[in-house]
């Protein structure tokens, strides 16, 4: 299964439409929309507007490959389970955010091995088409960057306890 | 008696960060708060109370979600305050502060050109005042400390 997850806040019209062209044309593929504001009822895709909490971990590990916008919770999920996933970011040009900080966030993780950063939109297809695989991204160097975090956060605490 | 922490993060992404961090918190009686109340279960045994979620744009919102969180610090009287954001962890770092907490703030890593408006604007209320992006600490904070990637 892909599953694909556009966040609550705002619609993402242009990500959705795309994906269900391109599921029309790849009948094998079950898909998941997680539509979230989107208006545009998809015809070739299961879909729901929400997903509880535990509804969307459930389809998250049940699917073989992740499509969504850049938000922040679905890439760090990726990241630590090693989840292939395609961004793609929304665009302030075309009313998806306020700003494009969607696009500096993709483009910050588009060298992970299981990321694959897709900002036109003529070019998702063939990403669906030949997806990311996924890759041990939870190297050293990451890991020492979170054990920082939490020995400074344990400094803090003891040295005001 | 161990100390108590307040755990601040909005749903989403600010979440899931936060819950990376969770064992730097294993030694503290700890209490969530968040803005989706499914999460509760996913926290257990530590307790979690939920309150509105509100972004800036939003007056009448804001000064509910400001109440809210002003009742759970007052409830809970936590040692330590810690977020990664949004507006609710503003709130909790300002009150938390006001009555005698220590508090730490650590930017949500989605903010990679410049700190979020929250974590601007909390800086007189963090006494750990942190972002996630070494290109964005500064002298006088915010300071870099690692990250949860």
Known sequence: MIFVTVGTQLPFERLVRAVDEWAGNNKDKTVFIQLGQTFFRPSNCEFSAFTDPAYWDQLFHESELIVSHAGMGTILKSIEHDKPLILVPRLASLGEHRNDHQVATASKFGNYLNIKVVNEIVDLPRALDCPPANGHVLGQEKNVNLEMLIGEIKKFVSDNS | ?149
């Open chain 2, 1 to 149: 008696m161990k100390k108590k922490i307040l755990i601040v993060a909005s749903f989403g992404g600010h979440w899931v960060q936060m819950r990376r961090l969770a064992y730097a918190f294993e030694e503290l009686d700890q209490h969530y708060v968040s803005t989706n109340v499914c999460l509760a279960d996913s926290v257990l045994p530590a307790s979690f109370s939920v309150v509105p979620d509100a972004n800036l744009d939003e007056k009448l919102g804001l000064a509910f979600l400001a109440l809210k969180m002003l009742w759970v610090v007052i409830i809970i009287r936590p040692d330590f305050v810690i977020s990664t954001g949004a507006a609710p962890g503003f709130f909790a770092l300002v009150f938390g502060k006001l009555l005698g907490a220590k508090t730490i703030w650590i930017d949500s890593c989605a903010n990679i050109d410049q700190l979020s408006v929250s974590g601007s604007k909390v800086k007189y209320f963090a006494d750990l005042w942190l972002t996630q992006w070494e290109h964005l600490a500064g002298e006088e904070g915010p300071f870099f400390r690692g990250s949860v990637l």
